[in-house]
């Protein structure tokens, strides 16, 4: 019976499965994830690259941006390569450890965003409706003490977590449903028991999602509130545009994550799995930027200046 349990244990390997029956579209979806890849990179980058140099981006609201930005860069990296190797070269097979590792920056960049996210909103609550004590409130050193701490306590807690993970066994089914790393999925396999696991699962998504969802929204409310005493037609409606953008992709982004984590799963829901996934992991690197920063007529102000000092050789040496 001991060497029995010691041979199911012997797995080196998963086998992503990816989506599936699609293999007539396989060819398609690596073109889709191919240029949502590199749109992602090159959109976060330049939106980096502007907050870096252009002096007049140097508030809090493009400091929280850029950090932003540099997490998606991270995360797509997490993602989609390995997505993308799949669907060109037909191997699925990904290591144990290459598995927990993908698994590991994923949830941690998820749940740092979910922090992010909340902080953004809350420094454009401070701009909107506490325009004479923003500056005091949002300075420098609160700003750092905000994004370190989005990162920090990100860490600490996947990190706790992991070590759960790390302690489950592994036996015989080695197939995972999903074209990544998570947790559920992960579960499944195992041949430990997991409730333990499962229950905290639950409660770590449930503390990540929650409280900064709930927070940004009242930020959003107060802001809305705020939007509504604006005297200019036209002034309000660009204010609801851009207000209505933000909580379009962040409704997205925490409504995905709520349905594949803490939402039963019926049937219906576990069949559209995947394509909730796809709506945490995969959409909002590619919209983030486009939402929050290259729709920003300063920040297109800044892209416009750089090109033009770039095509005048002062970026040069």
Request: hydrophobic share 50%; glycine share 4%.
């Given at each position: ?180 790393c998570e947790a559920l999925p992960l579960l499944k396999l195992s041949c430990s028991d997991t409730f333990l696991v499962k229950l905290v699962t639950f409660t770590v998504v449930f503390i990540i999602t929650f409280p900064p969802f709930v927070s940004t929204l009242i930020s959003y409310i107060y802001i809305i509130v705020a939007i509504l005493k604006i005297p200019s ?85």
């Open positions: 019976m001991k060497a029995l349990q010691r041979n199911q244990t012997e797995i080196t390997e998963f086998i992503l499965l990816g989506f599936g029956d699609l293999h007539h579209l396989q060819i398609f979806l690596f073109l889709i994830f191919l240029v949502i890849f590199i749109s992602t990179m090159v959109a976060n980058f330049l939106t980096l690259l502007v907050i870096v140099i252009d002096q007049c981006l140097h508030t809090p609201m493009y400091f929280f941006l850029g950090n932003l930005a540099c997490l998606e860069m991270i995360y797509s990296s997490t993602i989609l390569p390995r997505m993308i190797a799949a669907l060109m070269t037909g191997d699925n097979t990904i290591s144990i450890k290459g598995c927990i590792t993908q698994f590991y920056f994923g949830s941690f960049l998820v749940c740092t965003e979910c922090y992010l996210l909340s902080v953004m909103s809350y420094d454009r609550f401070l701009a909107v409706c506490k325009p004479l004590h923003y500056a005091t409130v949002m300075n420098s050193k609160v700003c750092i003490q905000l994004a370190t701490g989005s990162w920090l306590n990100s860490i600490l807690a996947i990190s706790l977590y992991l070590g759960l993970i790390l302690q489950l066994q592994f036996c015989g089914q080695n197939e995972i449903d999903h074209f990544f037609i036209t002034g309000r409606q660009k204010a609801f545009s851009t207000c209505s953008s933000h909580l379009i992709v962040v409704s997205t982004f925490y409504g995905a994550i709520v349905i594949v984590y803490l939402i039963p799963k019926t049937d219906e829901v576990r069949d559209f799995n995947k394509i909730f996934s796809l709506l945490y992991t995969v959409l909002p690197p590619l919209l983030n930027p486009l939402i929050y920063s290259l729709r920003n007529k300063d920040v297109k102000c800044a892209l416009r200046k750089a090109a033009g000092k770039l095509l005048d050789g002062q970026y040069i040496n």
